[in-house]
């Protein structure tokens, strides 16, 4: 099936430092969502964008929906334990409901 | 206010058989999507249900059917198991059409041995 290009696949970092992925299509999307997916539970929303170029926060976590529509970044800055999980973003088609997910960032953070 | 339920959490089929899969959305939600995500990939689109009616389908076979009843409850039904079914199925709903208030349950791990 189809799936965004997302980088990196995985990242083992410190407590306290900030990390960066990024999601790229071929395709143009409407709206970038960014997920966050922990063992045996279902994807939780972390930050929606429905505008190209927009910056939006929330709380340690700032994500961008970039200018040619077809791609987007998460930041997470002072990262913390409990950031430990798989990050997925995902895009919304025009004129669909359809969500195309990426192949997920697993992040691990050591103390 | 509970969000998206569904059941079973786990459950094992053999080859060939059929599973039915249940979904409950959250409060004031009445469309549900249904999604399968394969172990190490993301969840890949199944099909979204709205108003009782199949609106939007992904590309999967049509041994994947579903329904939706005037509760807004959703089941989805995969008939002639293979082994390749084998994954989490995730259920999200939405208030109305649209992915605003996209909200995803815990899913439901299928094993096809």
């Known amino acids: 099936g189809q799936q965004l290009n997302q980088s990196p696949q995985s990242m083992f970092i410190q407590e306290g430092e900030d990390v960066s992925m990024n999601c790229t299509s071929s395709s143009i999307f409407n709206t970038w969502l960014w997920y966050k997916q922990d063992p045996g539970e279902g994807p939780v929303l972390l930050i929606a964008?429905?505008?190209?170029?927009e910056l939006t926060s929330n709380g340690r976590l700032t994500a961008q929906f970039g200018i040619t529509r077809k791609d987007s970044f998460l930041n997470i800055s002072a990262s913390i334990p409990s950031d430990v999980g798989i990050y997925f973003c995902a895009g919304q088609y025009p004129n669909t409901d359809k969500l195309i997910f990426g192949t997920g960032t697993r992040l691990q953070v050591f103390p | 206010d509970a969000g998206v339920t569904q059941s079973p959490t786990h459950l094992i089929k053999t080859r060939g058989q059929q599973v039915t899969l249940r979904c409950s959305p959250k409060s004031g939600h009445d469309t549900v999507s249904w999604y399968q995500q394969a172990l190490g990939q993301g969840p890949q689109f199944i099909f979204q249900y709205y108003e009782e009616e199949e609106r939007q389908r992904g590309n999967f076979p049509d041994r994947f059917s579903g329904h939706q009843f005037p509760n807004y409850s959703s089941e989805l039904n995969v008939n002639a198991l293979l082994l390749g079914d084998s994954a989490l199925y995730l259920c999200a709903s939405s208030p109305g059409q649209g992915v605003f208030g996209y909200t995803f349950g815990s899913g439901t791990r299928l094993t096809v041995v």
């Open positions: 964008l429905y505008k190209a170029g």
